[in-house]
């Protein structure tokens, strides 16, 4: 695929997925077996490495209480010790139980799918935000919902096409705006974005061979 022409400003959110769709290709997100360990693997995942979550879901698999009703019948002690590689393991105990009654009186996938206000009911459960919420909505539920961290901040404010000190609203608004409205649209591009901040723009970037750096503000010295 040709690279587009012209300065960053030019540029939009679908010409940035044509160009790292083509140097990464499909990611097949999010990596679980379910829909319900994915959102297990949501709320364990928040201030840790992935490597770390994937220890805990071994943990929870092998001990057979991969289920939501497991995990509330079982000793919440025994569940901090399954969880305890995913790190602050006290606390996403109570929120993974949490989480998991709410599960079983929605009805499972298919009754949150069917609330009035699927997003609006995660973010009131304690230790659910943003991103944890859009996570679930868009890789477990398949809503048409953009998730934003750290590294699409990170990314998109280097490219200039977003503000140093964007808040999440207003960053998953400018996808929301420029894109159509698709899950799996959304899921691709938002793995693709984890998969180029691990590659190349990493806290201290590796511009080479960067399938944007022909057109990234950061790189050309302009921010």
């Not at 998730?147 to 503000?163: N, S």
């Amino acid at each position: 695929m040709s690279r587009p022409s012209g300065s960053p400003a030019d540029r939009t959110a679908t010409d940035i997925y044509r160009l790292l769709f083509a140097a990464y290709g499909p990611q097949h997100w999010w990596p679980a077996q379910s829909a319900f360990e994915m959102m297990v693997g949501a709320i364990l995942t928040q201030n840790t490495a992935w490597t770390n979550v994937e220890k805990a879901i071994a943990n929870l698999r092998a001990a057979a209480a991969l289920d939501a009703q497991a995990m509330l019948t079982m000793d919440e002690a025994g569940l901090r010790e399954l969880i305890r590689p995913s790190g602050f393991f006290n606390q996403k105990a109570a929120r993974l139980r949490l989480f998991c009654a709410y599960y079983l009186q929605t009805g499972r996938e298919a009754g949150m799918r069917t609330l009035p206000d699927p997003r609006a009911s995660l973010l009131a459960l304690n230790g659910i935000g943003p991103e944890t919420a859009d996570s679930i909505l868009l890789y477990a539920l398949g809503m048409p919902v953009f998730v934003v961290d750290a590294y699409t901040r990170r990314i998109f404010t280097r490219l200039g096409l977003l503000p140093e000190g964007v808040n999440y609203a207003d960053t998953q608004d400018f996808f929301h705006a420029q894109l159509a409205n698709s899950a799996p649209l959304f899921n691709e591009y938002h793995a693709l974005i984890v998969q180029h901040a691990k590659q190349h723009c990493r806290v201290k970037p590796d511009c080479s061979r960067c399938p944007v750096s022909g057109f990234c503000s950061y790189r050309q010295g302009k921010r």
